[in-house]
C-alpha cells in the first residue's frame, strides 16, 4: 500500500487504525466476518472500473468479453454449490436484491407476510418505516415468547391473508428455520416462499444447516456473512420455484435491470467468485460446523454464568442474549460497554421487548468471524468470562423510563467508559488473546 500511503495519508491512516482494530479486538457481530487476501485481491482489480450493464452476452457497453466469462463463471459457482437451476450475482447487497424479488412477482398493494423486525426480521421483509411496507401490504408475524417462530400466526395469517409471498428468514433467529412447515403453508395458500439466508448461507453451503432449496421458490442471501464473501447479494430460483412459474428467472433479471439497479459491480462478482470457489472446499465445511460448535460453547457457558438467552440456546451461529432479567433496555449499556473493551456486539430487541429499538433489552452475538480467525473452545470460554465480568462490573447500572435521567445516566456512563480503569485493563486481557489470532485478509499486515 506504499502508493496510497504517498499518496493519501490522511486515508492511509483511517484504513490503517482499521486494521488494528480488527486484529486487537474481536467481531461478535454475526453479521459480520472476515474474507480472504484473494477475495479481497479480487475486490480491488482493475475490474472496479468497468460498466456492464445487462447480462452476459447482452451488454449495453463494449469491453465484456472478460466481465461475460467473469459473470458466467460466478453464476455457474452459485448455482453448484447450493443446487438451483438459476442464479443472478449481480444484487449490490441484500436490501437491494429484496426489493428486485417483491418488484418482479408483487404488483403495488398485494401482500407480502415477513417476520416483525423487531423479532428478528428484516427491513425489507415489510417493516412499517421500510419502502417494503409502502408498496406493498405488510402482514407481519411474529416469535413466540420463548423465541421460536409462531408458526401456528404464519398459517392463521396466511389462511386469512393469501400473500403473494410468504419471507422466511432474517436477522436475530437463532434456531433453525422450519422451512419444511413454511412450505407446506405457502403451497396450501399459493404463495411464493422466498428464503432470506443471508446470515446462515455459509452453514448451508457447509452442511451445518438443513438447505432451503427442496422448499421455497426462491433464495436470497447475501455474500458478505457466514459465506464469506464481499459485501454483496445473489438470487437464486430452485426447481420447484421454476415448476410453479418458468418465467421466474427472466422475471428477477428484468426486475434488477432496468427495473431497480444499473451497472453491476464486477470487481464484487468477482470477489464473489472467489468467496464460492473457497465455500465448495471440504476446510468450509469445517468451517461452518465450527462456527456452530463454538456458538453453541458460547451459548451454554453465557447460561452457566446466569445469562438468559432468547430459545434458551442457539442451532446457528447466533446468540440472542436476553438483558430483561437484568432490566429493560440495557442492551446499550452491553454494547457500548464491549465494545469498549474491543468485543463488538449488536443491541438488538428481543421478541416481546417491551422497550425501544434505540433502547432495547437484548444482545446480539455470533461466531462467524471470530472462527475465521482460528478460535475454539478455549477463547469462547474466555469470552463468556469477559462478558459476565463486564455485566458484574455495571450490574447497578439501569435505564431509567423518565427521559432526562435517562440522559443523564448514559451521559454518566459514557463518562465512566473514559475515566474507570477496569476498561482499561479488560481492554488489554482482550488485545493479548486477539492478537494472537491473525485477521486473514491482513496477513501480513497491509496497511502496517
Ligand atoms: N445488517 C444485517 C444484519 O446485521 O443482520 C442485516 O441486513
Same mark, same amino acid.
Given at each position: %500500500?506504499?502508493?496510497?500511503?504517498?499518496?493519501?495519508?490522511?486515508?492511509?491512516?483511517?484504513?490503517?487504525?482499521?486494521?488494528?482494530?480488527?486484529?486487537?479486538? %474481536?467481531?461478535?457481530?454475526?453479521?459480520?466476518?472476515?474474507?480472504?487476501?484473494?477475495?479481497?485481491?479480487?475486490?480491488?482489480?482493475?475490474?472496479?472500473?468497468?460498466?456492464?450493464?445487462?447480462?452476459?452476452?447482452?451488454?449495453?457497453?463494449?469491453?465484456?468479453?472478460?466481465?461475460?466469462?467473469?459473470?458466467?463463471?460466478?453464476?455457474?459457482?452459485?448455482?453448484?454449490?447450493?443446487?438451483?437451476?438459476?442464479?443472478?450475482?449481480?444484487?449490490?447487497?441484500?436490501?437491494?436484491?429484496?426489493?428486485?424479488?417483491?418488484?418482479?412477482?408483487?404488483?403495488?398493494?398485494?401482500?407480502?407476510?415477513?417476520?416483525?423486525?423487531?423479532?428478528?426480521?428484516?427491513?425489507?421483509?415489510?417493516?412499517?418505516?421500510?419502502?417494503?411496507?409502502?408498496?406493498?401490504?405488510?402482514?407481519?408475524?411474529?416469535m413466540t415468547v420463548d423465541g421460536a417462530?409462531?408458526?401456528?400466526?404464519?398459517?392463521?395469517?396466511?389462511?386469512?391473508?393469501?400473500?403473494?409471498?410468504?419471507?422466511?428468514?432474517?436477522?436475530?433467529?437463532?434456531?433453525?428455520?422450519?422451512?419444511?412447515?413454511?412450505?407446506?403453508?405457502?403451497?396450501?395458500?399459493?404463495?411464493?416462499?422466498?428464503?432470506?439466508?443471508?446470515?446462515?448461507?455459509?452453514?448451508?453451503?457447509?452442511?451445518?444447516?438443513?438447505?432451503?432449496?427442496?422448499?421455497?421458490?426462491?433464495? %436470497?442471501?447475501?455474500?458478505?456473512?457466514?459465506?464469506?464473501?464481499?459485501?454483496?447479494?445473489?438470487?437464486?430460483?430452485?426447481?420447484?420455484?421454476?415448476?410453479?412459474?418458468?418465467?421466474?428467472?427472466?422475471?428477477?433479471?428484468?426486475?434488477?435491470?432496468?427495473?431497480?439497479?444499473?451497472?453491476?459491480?464486477?470487481?464484487?462478482?468477482?470477489?464473489?467468485?472467489?468467496?464460492?470457489?473457497?465455500?465448495?472446499?471440504?476446510?468450509?465445511?469445517?468451517?461452518?460446523?465450527?462456527?456452530?460448535?463454538?456458538?453453541?460453547?458460547?451459548?451454554?457457558?453465557?447460561?452457566?454464568?446466569?445469562?438468559?438467552?432468547?430459545s434458551d440456546?442457539?442451532?446457528?451461529?447466533?446468540?440472542?442474549?436476553?438483558?430483561?432479567?437484568?432490566?429493560?433496555?440495557?442492551?446499550?449499556?452491553?454494547?457500548?460497554?464491549?465494545?469498549?473493551?474491543?468485543?463488538?456486539?449488536?443491541?438488538?430487541?428481543?421478541p416481546?421487548?417491551?422497550?425501544?429499538?434505540?433502547?432495547?433489552?437484548?444482545?446480539?452475538?455470533?461466531?462467524?468471524?471470530?472462527?475465521?480467525?482460528?478460535?475454539?473452545?478455549?477463547? %469462547?470460554?474466555?469470552?463468556?468470562?469477559?462478558?459476565?465480568?463486564?455485566?458484574?462490573?455495571?450490574?447497578?447500572?439501569?435505564?431509567?423510563?423518565?427521559?432526562?435521567?435517562?440522559?443523564?445516566?448514559?451521559?454518566?456512563?459514557?463518562?465512566?467508559?473514559?475515566?474507570?480503569?477496569?476498561?482499561?485493563?479488560?481492554?488489554?486481557?482482550?488485545?493479548?488473546?486477539?492478537?494472537?489470532?491473525?485477521?486473514?485478509?491482513?496477513?501480513?499486515?497491509?496497511?502496517?
Amino acid at each position: %500500500m506504499k502508493t496510497l500511503q504517498n499518496q493519501d495519508s490522511e486515508i492511509f491512516e483511517i484504513l490503517k487504525g482499521e486494521e488494528d482494530r480488527q486484529l486487537k479486538g %474481536m467481531t461478535l457481530i454475526p453479521s459480520e466476518n472476515h474474507t480472504s487476501k484473494a477475495v479481497l485481491e479480487a475486490l480491488t482489480s482493475v475490474l472496479s472500473d468497468k460498466y456492464a450493464e445487462g447480462y452476459p452476452g447482452r451488454r449495453y457497453y463494449a469491453g465484456n468479453e472478460y466481465a461475460d466469462k467473469l459473470e458466467t463463471l460466478v453464476q455457474e459457482r452459485a448455482k453448484a454449490l447450493f443446487g438451483v437451476p438459476y442464479a443472478n450475482v449481480q444484487p449490490y447487497s441484500g436490501s437491494p436484491a429484496n426489493l428486485v424479488i417483491l418488484s418482479a412477482l408483487l404488483e403495488p398493494g398485494e401482500s407480502l407476510m415477513g417476520l416483525n423486525l423487531l423479532d428478528g426480521g428484516h427491513l425489507t421483509h415489510g417493516w412499517k418505516f421500510s419502502m417494503t411496507s409502502k408498496f406493498w401490504k405488510s402482514v407481519p408475524y411474529h416469535m413466540t415468547v420463548d423465541g421460536a417462530i409462531d408458526m401456528e400466526e404464519v398459517r392463521r395469517l396466511a389462511l386469512e391473508e393469501k400473500p403473494k409471498i410468504i419471507i422466511c428468514g432474517g436477522t436475530a433467529i437463532p434456531r433453525a428455520i422450519p422451512f419444511a412447515e413454511f412450505a407446506e403453508i405457502a403451497d396450501e395458500v399459493g404463495a411464493y416462499l422466498l428464503a432470506d439466508v443471508s446470515h446462515i448461507a455459509g452453514l448451508i453451503a457447509g452442511g451445518a444447516h438443513e438447505s432451503p432449496v427442496p422448499y421455497v421458490h426462491l433464495v %436470497m442471501t447475501t455474500t458478505h456473512k457466514t459465506l464469506r464473501g464481499p459485501r454483496g447479494a445473489m438470487i437464486m430460483v430452485t426447481e420447484k420455484g421454476l415448476a410453479k412459474d418458468e418465467d421466474l428467472p427472466t422475471k428477477i433479471d428484468k426486475a434488477l435491470i432496468p427495473g431497480l439497479q444499473g451497472g453491476p459491480h464486477l470487481n464484487t462478482i468477482a470477489g464473489i467468485g472467489v468467496a464460492l470457489n473457497e465455500d465448495s472446499e471440504p476446510s468450509f465445511k469445517e468451517y461452518a460446523n465450527k462456527v456452530v460448535e463454538n456458538a453453541k460453547t458460547l451459548a451454554e457457558e453465557l447460561k452457566n454464568k446466569g445469562f438468559k438467552l432468547v430459545s434458551d440456546g442457539t442451532d446457528n451461529h447466533l446468540i440472542l442474549i436476553d438483558l430483561i432479567p437484568t432490566g429493560v433496555g440495557r442492551g446499550v449499556f452491553f454494547h457500548e460497554g464491549l465494545e469498549r473493551i474491543g468485543i463488538y456486539t449488536n443491541k438488538n430487541t428481543v421478541p416481546g421487548d417491551p422497550s425501544s429499538p434505540f433502547y432495547p433489552s437484548g444482545l446480539r452475538i455470533g461466531t462467524p468471524a471470530v472462527t475465521t480467525r482460528g478460535m475454539g473452545e478455549v477463547e %469462547m470460554k474466555l469470552i463468556a468470562e469477559w462478558i459476565a465480568k463486564f455485566a458484574e462490573h455495571i450490574k447497578d447500572i439501569k435505564l431509567p423510563d423518565d427521559k432526562d435521567t435517562r440522559k443523564q445516566v448514559i451521559k454518566d456512563f459514557r463518562a465512566s467508559l473514559k475515566n474507570d480503569s477496569f476498561y482499561d485493563e479488560m481492554r488489554a486481557e482482550v488485545e493479548e488473546m486477539c492478537v494472537k489470532f491473525a485477521v486473514p485478509g491482513s496477513i501480513p499486515p497491509v496497511f502496517g
